[in-house]
C-alpha cells in the first residue's frame, strides 16, 4: 500500500488552527444560508444565526433584509440593530459605507443576489458582500438556487421561469459556510401561504438541485481541508468510474452504462484508451469515435501510451481514485482457462475498486 | 392493525452527526403541527441533557417509557403498545436506529415505527446518515468508524419525506466544545475519535447526497415506475449475487441491494449448499434485506453458478474476488455483466 496516511489533527491543534485562522485571516468570513424556493427559512434561519452570536457575545447588526415580506420579520428584526439602507431613487440598498463607518464584527445581509440601483458603488449586492468582507467584518446571508447563474439554465427548463438578477456560483463557492435551508414541499404549499405558486414537483427538482450544488461546495471543502492539513489522498463520498476503451470492446454500451451509473450515483465519468501499435485502419477509426461518444456523454478523456494496457489503466484507477472499472470481457479463447487473461490480472490487481465485465457485441 | 385504516405517513429528519439539530426541528415540527390543530404526542423523547432540546418539548404530550426487567437489571424504553393505545394523529419518535434494550418485544426501534405506521399514526423520527445499512462501508471508509446500529435501506425508503437537518461541522465544533452536545469528558473523546472537521465535512456531503437521491427515488415513484432495461438486449435487468464465506460478504449484499435498488430490478442470491451453516449470519442479512437466496448444489460452483444465472436470465451477476475460481466463473459467463465487488480500501 501506498503512504495513504490519514492523519488525523488533535482537537487542540484544530481549534488553534481555526483560532490562528481567524486571528490573522484580515477577511471577514461569509456565511450563506442556501433555500432552493422563496420562502423555505432561509431568512429565519439567518436571524436565528444572528441572534445566536449576539447571545454569544458578539457584535452584529443587520444590513439588509428582504424588500418585500418584511412584515414576517419585522418583531425579528426588531431585536437587532439596524444599519438604515442607502435610498436611491425609490430603491433601498445596502449602504456598505454605514456599515464600514459602524464596523460591526458580523453584519446580516439577506438576498446576496440583489442588483443595486443605478449611480450605486457597485452593480451588484454581492460586490459590496466582497467589499465588507475585505474590511475584516463577518456577513452572514440568504440566497435563493434561482439566483445562483451557472444554476439558471437548469431552474429554467424546471420553473420555466427566469430570475434578472444572479450572483456567480465562485461566490458561493467562496463562502466559509454553507447551509442549506432544506424542507418538504408540501410544508411550503401548505403553510407557506401559497407564495411560490410552483408545482410540489418542481419544488421537489429544485430542492434536488439545491442539495446537489451544496454537496458539491462541501466536496470541495473537504479537498481543501485535506489539502490543507497533509491528508494526502480522499477518497470523498463520490463514485469515479472509469470506462477502459479498447479498439474491440462494446465501448458505447459500457459508456452509455458507466454515464447512467455516474448520474444516478452523482459520480464523475472517466475513459481511458492505451494506444495500440498498429492498429488496422478500422479499430483506430472505432476507437477515435468511440473516445468522442465518451467526449459526448461527458466523460473526462484521457489517452495514454504504454506497452503494458493493464499496468498503465490500473496506475491510472489509483491515481485518480477510481472506484469502478468497466471493460469489456477477455477475447482470449475460451479453452485456454489456464493461462491467465489481462482481466484476470485486472481483478486480482484492481484493490478497492469493482471491476464491471462486460459481454462483446455479437460479431457481425 | 386497525382495519380498513389509512398506513401511517413516516417523515425523517436526516442529519450527518450527534448534536446537528435533527431531534430539535422534529419537536419543532411537533409544535408547528401541533398549532395546526393536530394530535400529536412524544412517543420517545431522548433528552441527552440537551437543554435547548429539553425546552423544546414543552407544551407536547409524553407517553410514559415502559420499564423491562431483564435478568435483575431494570432497562426504559418506548412503550409502542401505549403509544399505539393512545393513537394520537402524530407520534414523535427519536432515534430511528437505536436498538431496543434487551428484553424488548423487538429487537429495533425501526420495527416498533413499522407498527405504530400500520396502526395508522404518523411518525416523525430522526437519523444519522451512518445508521442507513447500505451506506456501512462508505461511512466505515471515509471515517475509519463501523456503525453497528443500521437501519435496512428498504425502511428508509419507506419513508414518505427525508428532511436534512444541516449546520455547517463548525458551528457543530463550537457546540461541542460549548458543551451542547455531550458532557465535557465525552465531548473530548468525540472530538478525538469522531468529530473531526474531515469526518464530519464527508458525512455531511453523504447526507446531502442521500437526500437528493431520496427526493429523485420518490418523485420516480409517483410517475409510472419504469425498470431500467439492459441496452443491448432491452431486457429488464436482473441481478445475482454469488455468496461466499468470507466476511465480505455482507458488503457484497449491501453493494448489491444498492445497485438493485437504484436500477429497480430483482435482486437475488445464490451459494453453494455445502456452505450454508458457515453463511448463516449472511443468509440472516440477506433475509432483512429482502434478497432471496437460493442453496444450488453442483460439484464445480463457478459452472453451476453460471448455469443458474443463464437459466434464470440474469444480466448482472455481483461476486467478491474471493469466490472460488473466479477466472473461471468470469470466463463461462462472457455473455453477461459480471462485477467483481471490492473492498473498499481505507486510506491509513
Redesign the interface.
Known sequence: ?SS???C????EE??RQ?QEQEAHEAYGRL?IFLGYAPRVGKSLRMFDEGRRRIKRGQDVVVGAVQAKGLSDFEHLVREFEMIPPLRIGDVDTVNTEAILKRCPQVVLIDELARDNPPGSCYPHRWQDVAEIRANGIHVVGAINLQHVREQQDAVERITGRRSSHSVPESFIHSA?????????P?ELSQ?GGGASNLTP?QL??L??LA??L??EV??E??QR??DA?G???S???QERILVCITPRS?AR?ML??GA?AAA???GHLLAIYVKQKELPREAEEAVVANLDYARKLGAEVHVLENPDPIGAILQFAREQRV?QVFIG??QQA?WK?WV??P??RL??A????????????QPA | MESGGKRGKL?IFLGYAAGVGKTYQMLTEAH?LRR?GRDVVIGYFEPHGRKETIAQTEGLEFIPRKVYEHRGSVFEDMDTGAVIARHPEVAAVDEFAHTNVPGADRLKRWQDVMLILDAGIDVLTSLNVQHIESLND?VW??T?IRVRETVPDWVVQEAD?V??????P??L?HRL?RGVVYAPEKA?KA??NF????NL??L???A??Q???Q??E??EE?RAPQP?LD??SGRRERILLWLTPHPSAAMLIR?GRRIAD?LGSPCTAVYSEKDAAALEPYLNFCRNLRIDAKAIVGEEPPKAVAAYAREQGITQVFAT?HAPE???F??LT???????????????
Do not use: C
Open positions: 500500500m495513504r496516511e490519514f488525523r489533527p488533535d482537537p484544530l481549534l481555526i456565511k466559509d459556510e454553507l447551509v442549506i435551508v432544506d424542507v418538504p408540501e403553510y414537483e421537489s427538482q430542492r434536488e442539495l446537489l451544496a454537496a462541501v466536496e471543502q473537504l481541508y485535506m492539513h491528508i494526502q489522498q477518497w470523498g463520498t462494446s454500451a452509455e452504462s447512467r444516478r450515483f452523482h472506484t470481457h477477455t475460451a482457462f491467465h487473461s482481466v484476470d481483478i486480482k484492481a484493490e478497492g475498486m469493482d471491476v464491471r465485465l462486460f459481454p462483446h457485441a | 417523515k408547528e395546526h462508505q471508509h471515509v475509519g419525506e428532511v436534512m437537518v444541516d449546520v455547517t463548525r458551528a465544533l466544545e473530548q472530538l478525538e468529530f473531526t472537521e474531515s465535512t464527508a455531511r456531503e453523504l446531502m447526497r437526500t437528493a437521491h427526493i429523485e420518490k418523485r409517483l431500467v441496452h443491448t453493494r437504484y474476488r473466479v477466472s473461471k468470469v470466463n462472457r455473455d453477461m455483466q459480471v462485477t467483481i465487488v471490492a473492498e473498499r480500501v481505507r486510506p491509513g
